[in-house]
T-cell receptor, first 116, second 111 residues
Framework: AQKITQTQPGMFVQEKEAVTLDCTYD???????LFWYKQPSSGEMIFLIY??????QNATEGRYSLNFQKARKSANLVISASQLGDSAMYFC?????????????FGQGTTLQVKP | DVKVTQSSRYLVKRTGEKVFLECVQD?????MFWYRQDPGLGLRLIYF???????EKGDIPEGYSVSREKKERFSLILESASTNQTSMYLC??????????FGPGTRLTVT
């Protein structure tokens, strides 16, 4: 069965440093997509970055990059040069492309706190 | 900009009441979703809809029903609210291949 695991309930990082948030997944579908969302204390879910299972290169969006290791089934989010506004909960999610419904499966989330 | 709106940010209801949570999207998306979010459990899918009048159960449909009479609107119904349904409820919409867009969430308290 498909599953997403985030093993870090909480993380701290010093402002301006880089931080890696871990995500592992399990699926038997060869075609899938991996997403990261940010949820600030206000509650809205903000889409950050996407990686397709057949993409050859790791996805990047500004200060966000996704370290995609297919053989290890991991899709870690790297935030470079952390800012105070990065303090939030972060969710990893996966969509299997079979079925074509756009359903996402979410991990438990990681709370990131950026220290000044 | 894609916009997903939810009828209330905060809601307090009594046990046994019938509760309606409304979600509207303005991007003509085929898919719409209802999740609940609880600490330590992430987001869990309650129901989703891939077309008007079409719906499918998610992972935790018990105690909930949904309605999608128009493409832009997806309603979540708690037929008889119970205290264990106190939670944050998030609505989302998407096309079939791209990311989901979320509404601001409704924090429901059942007393």
């Amino acid at each position: 069965a498909q599953k997403i695991t985030q093993t870090q309930p909480g993380m701290f990082v010093q402002e301006k440093e880089a931080v890696t948030l871990d995500c592992t997944y399990d699926t038997s579908d060869p075609s899938y997509g991996l997403f990261w969302y940010k949820q600030p204390s206000s509650g809205e879910m903000i889409f950050l970055i996407y990686q397709g299972s057949y993409d050859q290169q790791n996805a990047t969006e500004g200060r966000y990059s996704l370290n995609f290791q297919k053989a290890r089934k991991s899709a870690n989010l790297v935030i470079s040069a952390s800012q105070l506004g990065d303090s939030a909960m972060y969710f990893c999610a996966m969509r299997e492309h079979s079925g074509n419904t756009g359903k996402l499966i979410f991990g438990q989330g990681t709370t990131l706190q950026v220290k000044p | 900009d894609v916009k997903v709106t939810q009828s209330s940010r905060y809601l307090v209801k009594r046990t046994g009441e019938k509760v309606f949570l409304e979600c509207v999207q303005d991007m003509d998306h085929e898919n719409m979703f209802w999740y609940r979010q609880d600490p330590g459990l992430g987001l869990r899918l309650i129901y989703f809809s891939y077309d008007v009048k079409m719906k499918e159960k998610g992972d935790i449909p018990e105690g909930y029903s949904v309605s999608r009479e128009k493409k832009e609107r997806f309603s979540l119904i708690l037929e008889s609210a119970s205290t264990n349904q106190t939670s944050m409820y998030l609505c989302a919409s998407s096309t079939r291949v791209y990311e989901q867009y979320f509404g601001p969430g409704t924090r429901l308290t059942v007393t």
